[in-house]
């Protein structure tokens, strides 16, 4: 009797087999891995033309950054993890200085990172720089 993953050598074909069975798993497991992080993944990259559309409603938490901005970077992965903590609460908004200067100017925007809380579609709060998870969730939490 012979078990699933057995394999006695003798069989080129066989093992041909088992090999492009398991590929076909593990991209499959890939895949899936992929599309689980992207459902947690919310944050959305908002322009001159959608932000008010983008913070009309509910809690938005918005990052005005610039990708040559070293604390925008080290910010990045704090706000997905605020996003995978409180994502079903609060959306995060992201907004490049660069490529949308009116926006960032409607706003005062003179340094980076800077974060403000909206709330239906009022600014409610705002930060600046580099700040930990438990800051910012603190910050979101007295809007909630």
Not at 43 to 59: C, L, P, R, Y
Not at 81 to 88: H, P, S
Not at 103 to 130: H, Q, R, W
Request: hydrophobic fraction near 40%.
């Amino acid at each position: 009797m012979r078990h699933i993953f057995s394999w006695d050598g003798n069989s080129r074909s066989e093992a041909n087999h088992w090999r492009d069975e398991y590929v076909q798993w593990y991209t499959m497991c890939m895949a899936l891995k992929y599309v689980r992080r992207n459902e947690q993944m919310a944050i959305v990259n908002a322009t001159d033309s959608t932000f008010v559309n983008e913070v009309k409603d509910g809690v938005v938490l918005v990052d005005f950054w610039a990708p040559w901005c070293g604390p925008c970077k080290m910010i990045a992965p704090v706000l997905e993890e605020v996003d995978r903590e409180l994502g079903d609460k609060v959306k995060i908004v992201k907004v490049n200085v660069d490529d949308n200067p009116e926006t960032a100017g409607k706003y005062g925007v003179m340094s980076i990172p800077t974060l403000f809380v909206f709330k239906n579609g009022e600014v409610v709060d705002k930060t600046v720089g580099f700040q930990p998870k438990e800051s910012l969730v603190g910050l979101l939490s007295k809007h909630l």
